[in-house]
């Protein structure tokens, strides 16, 4: 398991984590805020909503592992 998806693209087996593009987004919206002259201390800690789910087959398949269908069903991204 890695914490990264790009671990997976770049041979690792499995990623399970937070989406970083949409941490990015909510960051970027809490920048604009401050600017705007928002307090940092009022703003609410907000957790992270959207994940995802990475297998990379090829790594799975060199390592004589064998995905159950129901655990490729749940993935966001299948590597092939």
Known sequence: MYTSSQFVLAGGLMFYGTDLSEQYR?????????????KPADLPVVQPTKFEFAINL????????????????RADKVIE
């Open 26 to 38: 909510r960051a970027a919206t809490y920048v604009d805020k401050i600017l705007k002259g928002a």
């Open 58 to 73: 090829k790594a799975a398949k060199q390592i004589g592992l064998t995905i159950p269908p129901g655990v490729l069903a």
